[in-house]
């Protein structure tokens, strides 16, 4: 069972930054995506940003220019750097693998709180 090691988050002052990191554990090379999704109180879980095998990337409208997904070569690890951070990007966020031909597996989520 492949497992996603996140790790990151916490409290930020708007305007600060903040990296979350993102690990495969196995099974690298049957992924073919990895994203981060958020969720805040009451809200839907929503994509923040996604890279796949072959490097290409998106972003929800609400984070472009302000947060940067980044990937290891083989897409065994994906980090999300966070900044000019904002109270509504306060979340949980999660991490989430996608492959070729099984379900997508989902990490932990981090709680990410950005007040001053």
């Known amino acids: 069972q492949v497992q996603l090691a996140v790790s990151g988050g916490g409290l930020v002052q708007p305007g600060g930054s903040l990296r979350l990191s993102c690990g495969a554990s196995?099974?690298?090379?049957?992924?073919?995506?990895m994203g981060w999704y958020r969720q805040a109180p009451g809200d839907e879980r929503e994509l923040v940003a996604q890279v796949d095998r072959r490097g290409n990337k998106k972003y929800a409208d609400n984070v472009k220019g302000r947060f940067t997904i980044q990937r290891t070569s083989d897409l065994n690890a994906v980090y999300l750097q966070m900044d000019s951070l904002k109270s509504e990007d306060t979340a949980v966020y999660y991490c989430?693998?996608?492959?070729?031909?099984?379900?997508?597996?989902w990490g932990q989520g981090t709680q990410v709180t950005v007040s001053s």
């Open positions: 989430k693998a996608e492959f070729y031909s099984r379900p997508d597996v």
């Open positions: 196995r099974d690298i090379f049957e992924i073919s995506a």
